[in-house]
């Protein structure tokens, strides 16, 4: 991710065991999650707490908890599910899920974490083994129904809430955008909250990146496709 200015990476061998890393980037706090059962990475302005691993899951994704007030996140929303801040959004900023050479053929002074990490981890393999390709989703999860993809296939999607609080459930806009289908066309517009927005495939960095038409980026996540209708189905 890139924030004023200053870049750094974030190696998935070690996203794969910690899932949270607490940074300072370009003068901003930064919290960088990553969920390994469902493959979103949602990165935010954190300010002056932090944030952790709270053991628990919500629809086989990882649930983070803000250590100032103990308000447990539903990391794939970023929204606050249990706690002081309930509905609450985390202020998202752009990140990308690419290879890390890739990442520094694009920004060469870039940063990366390093793998002392003061704990005992075996950091050069994938420890869930065939989980990233194969059909197995570990824990029930909702709206399967509606999947019409392997529910690994690699997707990105973006989020925008309305305001309304309905338990259990996300309110607002939501688009997905499938890697596959971009790699082939290039780009697809699509309708978010009432405007245009583009999803382009990027050829340096191997992944999709949602962006309003003046080319802003909009903060995005990968997933694996049963995390969308899981997540922003019905």
């Not at 952790?52 to 649930?63: A, D, E, H, P, R």
């Not at 509606?146 to 997707?155: A, D, F, G, N, S």
């Amino acid at each position: 991710m890139v924030v004023n200015g200053k870049a750094k990476a974030y190696p998935y061998n070690v996203l794969n065991w910690h899932e949270i890393v607490n940074d300072t980037i370009g003068g901003v706090n930064v919290t960088v999650s990553y969920c390994p059962l469902c493959d979103t990475i949602v990165a935010f302005d954190r300010g002056n707490t932090t944030f952790g691993v709270s053991g628990k899951l919500y629809q086989s994704c990882l649930v983070m908890y803000d250590r100032a007030d103990d308000t447990l996140y539903a990391q794939p929303w970023g929204t606050g599910i249990v706690g002081p801040n309930v509905n609450a959004q985390v202020d998202m900023l752009p990140a990308v899920k690419t290879t890390l050479g890739q990442w520094l053929e694009q920004y060469p002074d870039s940063q990366i974490l390093s793998t002392r990490t003061g704990h005992a981890r075996n950091y050069d393999g994938y420890l869930y083994v065939t989980y990233y390709t194969d059909d197995r989703i570990v824990f029930d999860v909702r709206n399967q129904a509606q999947l019409e993809l392997h529910p690994k296939t690699i997707v990105s999607y973006v989020w925008e809430p309305d305001g309304k609080t309905p338990h259990n459930q996300f309110s607002g806009d939501s688009l997905q955008f499938v890697h596959d289908d971009l790699r082939r066309q290039g780009s697809q517009e699509a309708e978010l909250a009432g405007r245009s927005v583009r999803a382009r495939w990027d050829d340096e960095l191997d992944t999709v990146v949602v962006e309003e038409l003046d080319g802003t980026v909009i903060p995005s996540s990968t997933a694996f496709a049963f995390v969308y209708p899981a997540i922003y189905g019905e």
